[in-house]
T-cell receptor, first 115, second 115 residues
Framework: ETGVTQTPRHLVMGMTNKKSLKCEQH?????MYWYKQSAKKPLELMFV???????ENNSVPSRFSPECPNSSHLFLHLHTLQPEDSALYLC??????????????FGPGTRLTVT | GENVEQHPSTLSVQEGDSAVIKCTYS??????FPWYKQELGKRPQLIID?????GEKKDQRIAVTLNKTAKHFSLHITETQPEDSAVYFC??????????????FGRGTSLIVHP
């Protein structure tokens, strides 16, 4: 698969588990994003890594922890999640320049179920 | 921060009719306005975008208009076809303090085109 890939595609975890979601982009972009997609809030931005800056949505609980070791890889570390965290987690990338930003390319998502 | 309102939440049309989806935004500094289409079970994909220095853009049956003074932009789809059925998201991007572009998405419009 080219473009933006995500693993795993499906994940079921208990509330006491620790897991990580992985995203990789093969587009040479310099910005990566995590979104949560649920019926309540269709596309909620969680974290952004761009131009060596990390921006986060202040409403995201600390049980979600992002990591971006380089411009091609992005992780979302999960621990002690709650059932309301069940959702589709989408990764995206774009080319962010001081003169403007390009469209976002989304990955296929990880369907997370917290039991 | 930015706030994007999108209407309607559901739009049902007959094949061949036109469909219009409207969004308003609050941050006058926003300068990039993309529209994404998400088919059932698939990832969002860009269908058209507009930057703040342009008032209108057209691509075959799809057009977007932007009114910066009123802070609203609209998606127009003409001669709708059943394959246009999907959820459509608008977004407005503005710069964070460190220079990164931060997109804020609308809540989405579920478009249903009846054959």
């Amino acid at each position: 698969e080219t473009g933006v890939t995500q693993t795993p595609r499906h994940l079921v975890m208990g509330m006491t588990n620790k897991k990580s979601l992985k995203c990789e982009q093969h587009l040479g972009h310099n910005a990566m994003y995590w979104y949560k997609q649920s019926a309540k809030k269709p596309l909620e931005l969680m974290f952004v890594y761009s131009l060596e800056e990390r921006v986060e949505n202040n409403s995201v609980p600390s049980r979600f922890s992002p990591e971006c070791p380089n411009s091609s890889h992005l992780f979302l570390h999960l621990h002690t999640l709650q059932p309301e965290d069940s959702a589709l987690y989408l990764c995206a990338s774009s080319q962010d320049k001081l003169a403007g930003v390009s469209e976002q390319y989304f990955g296929p998502g990880t369907r997370l179920t917290v039991t | 921060g930015e706030n994007v309102e999108q209407h309607p939440s559901t739009l049902s049309v007959q094949e061949g009719d036109s469909a219009v989806i409207k969004c308003t935004y609050s941050d006058s500094a926003s300068n990039y306005f993309p529209w994404y289409k998400q088919e059932l079970g698939k990832r969002p994909q860009l269908i058209i975008d507009i930057r703040s220095n342009v008032g209108e853009k057209k691509d075959q049956r799809i057009a977007v208009t932007l009114n910066k003074t009123a802070k609203h932009f609209s998606l127009h789809i003409t001669e709708t076809q059943p394959e246009d059925s999907a959820v459509y998201f608008c977004a407005a991007s503005s710069r964070a303090s460190g220079g990164s572009y931060i997109p804020t998405f609308g809540r989405g419009t579920s478009l249903i085109v009846h054959p």
